[in-house]
């Protein structure tokens, strides 16, 4: 059984880390690249820059800027650094006992609009994850969103109410188009460190807790946000390849066991 786990959300989904922890493959899993169209083994450094027009784009440098986002629609792992959802597939694959299809469709300092429909992050997510589901023959596994995602929105001041209600119209959309078996979620960690982030964390704790669609992966990244050790100390705001181990880690085990029910199948 094949399951197709889609990576979503700003920076910390990308991989903004301080070093490559390990470039090992994944047994049974693989990397979706929209580029090529081909399936890869998976390893870090994960993900595809991605230009509008869905051909390979340019690894980001600090020199690119914003100069660098207005021609990409997709970004990869930054500076070829570790990533959270190597960690995260070789935990699913172990405990679950199937084979993945990891589509990354991330990209830093975007707000959620840009995941929602008409958006360009929202377009290419759909495109990207169908056109990985015609590698998989006779594929009848899952499709899971994970959804880590909201410092921009902080930064914008933007309310609970208004976060609560994009993340819902977000979710229904995917769902029509990629029969998406549940949105989950790694809460975001804090970012302007006031009561900004927690208009984002209540959001994304409210639609876990009410809506059953949702899937509340782990709430711990804003107490790794007190950890050094996790934390990129060239990137504030952003985890250490050691954090993003850690929360790909547990979040999958959370996953896996909502599958399993808690027994490896």
């Not at 190597?86 to 995941?115: L, N």
Request: some cysteine; hydrophobic content about 35%; proline content about 3%.
């Amino acid at each position: 059984m094949t399951d197709i786990i889609v990576f979503s959300g700003q920076s910390n989904m990308e991989g903004q880390t301080e070093k490559l922890l390990d470039s090992s493959v994944v047994p049974d899993a693989y990397e979706y690249k929209y580029a090529t169209d081909s399936l890869v083994p998976l390893r870090d450094p994960f993900g595809e820059n991605l230009k509008y027009d869905g051909t390979a784009g340019d690894a980001y440098e600090d020199w690119m800027g914003m100069t660098w986002h207005a021609k990409h629609v997709l970004g990869g792992s930054a500076y070829g650094n570790s990533t959270l959802i190597v960690p995260f597939c070789r935990v699913y694959t172990e405990k679950t006992h199937r084979s993945v299809v990891a589509v990354g469709a991330a990209k830093g300092a975007e707000t959620i609009e840009y995941f929602m429909e008409g958006g360009a992050g929202f377009d290419i997510l759909v495109k990207k994850t169908k056109a990985a589901q015609k590698h998989i023959s006779d594929f009848s596994g899952n499709i899971y969103l994970i959804w880590l995602q909201g410092e921009s929105d902080a930064l914008a001041s933007k309310s609970k109410e208004t976060y609560l209600k994009q993340i819902k119209e977000m979710s229904v959309s995917i769902k029509e188009e990629l029969d998406l078996r549940r949105f989950c979620i790694i809460r975001v960690g804090r970012f302007t460190n006031d009561d900004k982030d927690l208009q984002i964390i209540e959001a994304q704790d409210e639609i876990c807790r009410t809506d059953p669609f949702f899937l509340m992966l782990t709430d711990e990244a804003t107490e790794m946000n007190k950890i050094p050790e996790y934390m990129n100390p060239e990137a504030a705001g952003h985890f250490s390849a050691a954090g993003l181990k850690k929360l790909g880690s547990d979040a999958a085990a959370a996953l896996s066991d909502s599958v399993t029910g808690g027994k490896n199948e």
